[in-house]
Nanobody
Framework: VQLQASGGGSVQAGGSLRLSCAASGRTISRYVMGWFRRAPGQDREFVAGISRSGGSTTYTDSVKGRLTISRDNAKNTVYLQMNSLKPEDTAVYYC???????????????????WGQGTLVTVSS
């Protein structure tokens, strides 16, 4: 499956963005989907994940209540709604697909099989 992330940009603190991850080649309904990010000088970290049906989501603590992951399997697209953005959210955001028989959201990047190219989010104070 090929993943294409989009929607990044520059916003002021407190602003909002919506990232999209469009898939092609295979239906994403077979995959647990996740968003990761890499801030300048830091390791890649898990941000949010969603089960195949969308019934279960997981977030890293720093984004709970501000970021929301969702998916539309009919459109083969995953979203990350980002509200109340903070300067520390500045990073390149990547979407990823995990072919996971147990349909559980995993937070380790090495568990994910396919990756998009990343989209840059910059939040200024």
């Amino acid at each position: 499956v090929q993943l294409q992330a989009s929607g990044g940009g520059s916003v002021q603190a407190g602003g909002s963005l919506r990232l999209s991850c469009a898939a092609s080649g295979r239906t994403i309904s077979r995959y647990v989907m996740g968003w990761f990010r890499r801030a300048p000088g830091q390791d890649r970290e898990f941000v949010a994940g969603i089960s195949r049906s969308g019934g279960s989501t997981t977030y890293t603590d720093s984004v709970k209540g501000r970021l929301t992951i969702s998916r539309d399997n009919a459109k083969n697209t995953v979203y990350l709604q980002m509200n109340s953005l903070k300067p520390e959210d500045t990073a390149v955001y990547y979407c990823a697909a995990d072919f996971n028989y147990r349909d559980e959201v995993r937070t380790w990047a090495n568990d994910y099989d396919y990756w998009g190219q990343g989209t840059l989010v910059t939040v200024s104070s």
